[in-house]
């Protein structure tokens, strides 16, 4: 507002307040200072006082903005200001109430309450330097004494640490032994687990060492049944080893999990020393090494169990689903003979009479009725004609005694199952093909049949009301690749379709074995299917069957 702007000669912030609280004015210091103010609220939460006597749980009160237009007199205090930098200055606020206005000044006092609070600083700082050089003196002999035992405790710590970060047996013994390799200079260390006759070195600084038999002498053997760590001077590191050409210092790690001794991580060292402080290391690690071996154990059985099940049960699955449909076919396979045997009978029958009516009608005078019976046997012909192709086409779709790889046209056997789901399309879905110049395939073809079938059917489902299919053939890089593509509902979990007993169509209307049976089919012969969906637009299943 042009009546205030002559705050901006001021070398002070000054803000410039409504009654009702809203910013009316800002004058150049001010937005320099706080270049991150965006509403008087929160411009209130960054402003504190300096000090602040007050025992009050009221923000309002204790908010240096809030009580400074509260005040109905003129108002003064020192306050502190957090920016966005986490930087604090500190002011003088002053503010002046004038008509519907409150003028509040900020004077910067940062660098007085700076050398005052360093002033201080520096008192306190002369009287701690007193006790320090008096209590540095006494310190140095505790300094010396928890150096070498905080060094000891962080090899403890650190090594315990590797020990739980990991459940796998062989990590956790390298971590271990290089670990206490650094502590006590090793030349070589290993860890030997218990066997039959002695112990076996399963993990070692010399890969060479893996897999060896050892035996220690009857002293060291006594120690470690009492669980006790074996340390001495030796030539040989255990019975039967060529002799070192020096002496060299010895240690014998007993692991043991509650009484059964799980086995020894054995430490050589060229370093002479007296093992006191390093005994209680190494007793501590040892009761959580022998207990992260256990769990390590156990997790990896466990583990190996997992994989076993899995395996199995992927198995079963692989079994139930051929036995299924292997059953499934062998019914389908006899009810087809059964319904072909049935139909034949009576269709010959009707077929020897039409002959018959077509002789009988050539003798008839009356050409009005004659007409009238040629167009109705005519039509009775092509019924018959009809019901044939259906059987046969039955008996092509099923054909157990075709269990050999054969020969087949895959675009004469789409066609064929689409004849078998004539009754699913006919006058409601639009099939478009869109057939490639492919070569015969060796494939199964009863099986194929039966995928495609079980598409073709799902996607006819699929369509509410009046729709279209499109299916496409093509042989590309020595595969051959099928594609039918429907618009209709869509599906909605992607990822489960292919499971065992998973169906989208009601209790009672669908097994949920359709499309995993498929999925085997295509399987076995070594060929992939996938799909893909958008709810509300269609799905695609892609076919591919190396050539």
Do not use: W
Request: charged share 25%; with cysteine.
């Amino acid at each position: 507002m042009e009546k205030f702007e002559f705050f901006n000669r001021f070398n002070a912030a000054v803000l410039v307040v409504r009654d009702d609280k809203s910013v009316a004015f800002k004058n150049n210091v001010f937005k320099r200072y706080f270049n991150d103010f965006t509403t008087l609220k929160s411009f209130s939460h960054k402003l504190n006082y300096e000090i602040c006597a007050l025992n009050s749980g009221d923000v309002q009160t204790i908010n240096p903005i809030s009580q400074s237009l509260a005040s109905p007199e003129d108002f003064s205090s020192h306050v502190s200001y957090q920016s966005k930098n986490n930087e604090y200055l500190f002011f003088d606020m002053n503010t002046t109430h004038r008509n519907n206005y409150h003028i509040i000044v900020f004077t910067d006092v940062t660098d007085k309450v700076g050398s005052r609070n360093l002033a201080e600083e520096n008192k306190d700082l002369n009287k701690r330097n007193k006790l320090l050089e008096s209590e540095n003196r006494s310190l140095q002999k505790i300094k010396q004494l928890a150096q070498s035992q905080a060094m000891k405790l962080l090899l403890l710590n650190k090594t315990s640490n590797l020990i739980r970060s990991t459940i796998n047996t062989s990590e956790i013994l390298k971590s271990t032994l290089n670990e206490l390799g650094t502590m006590f200079n090793t030349f070589k260390s290993y860890y030997a687990s218990k066997a039959e006759k002695g112990y076996e070195i399963t993990v070692s600084s010399i890969k060479k060492d893996t897999g060896v038999i050892i035996t220690f002498d009857a002293e060291t053997e006594k120690k470690l049944k009492a669980k006790q760590i074996g340390y001495n001077y030796c030539l040989k590191e255990y019975n039967g080893a060529k002799a070192f050409p020096e002496r060299v210092q010895r240690i014998v790690v007993p692991i043991y999990h509650k009484e059964d001794l799980l086995g020894v991580l054995v430490l050589l060292t060229r370093q002479t020393r007296k093992l006191s402080d390093e005994l209680e290391i190494l007793d501590g690690i040892s009761s959580q090494l022998g207990n992260a071996l256990l769990q390590s154990s156990l997790y990896e059985k466990n583990e190996r169990m997992v994989k076993e099940l899995t395996k199995t049960l992927e198995e079963l699955r692989d079994t139930q689903l051929k036995l299924i449909n292997s059953e499934k076919m062998a019914s389908l396979g006899q009810l087809v003979a059964g319904i072909a045997h049935e139909i034949n009978t009576p269709l010959a029958s009707i077929k020897s009479n039409n002959e018959i009516a077509v002789k009988l009608l050539k003798r008839l005078k009356d050409t009005d009725t004659a007409e009238i019976l040629t167009e109705i046997n005519s039509i009775d012909r092509e019924a018959i004609t009809r019901i044939n192709k259906i059987v046969t086409g039955l008996r092509k779709f099923v054909r157990l005694d075709e269990a050999e790889l054969q020969d087949a046209d895959i675009n004469k056997e789409i066609d064929l199952t689409l004849d078998l789901i004539r009754h699913e399309t006919k006058n409601k879905i639009s099939v478009i093909k869109q057939y490639g110049d492919i070569p015969l395939v060796k494939c199964y073809p009863n099986m194929l049949n039966q995928v495609f079938m079980n598409i073709l059917v799902n996607a006819c489902q699929s369509i509410k009301g009046q729709g279209e299919i499109i299916i496409s053939t093509e042989y590309c890089s020595r595969n051959l690749i099928v594609r039918i593509k429907d618009n209709g509902c869509g599906i909605d979990d992607i990822n489960k379709i292919f499971f065992a007993g998973y169906t989208t169509k009601g209790v009672g209307v669908g097994t949920g074995l359709g499309l995993a049976i498929s999925k085997k089919i295509i399987e076995k012969h070594n060929g992939k299917i996938s799909v893909k969906s958008e709810v509300g637009k269609g799905s695609e299943f892609t076919i591919t069957i190396p050539g």
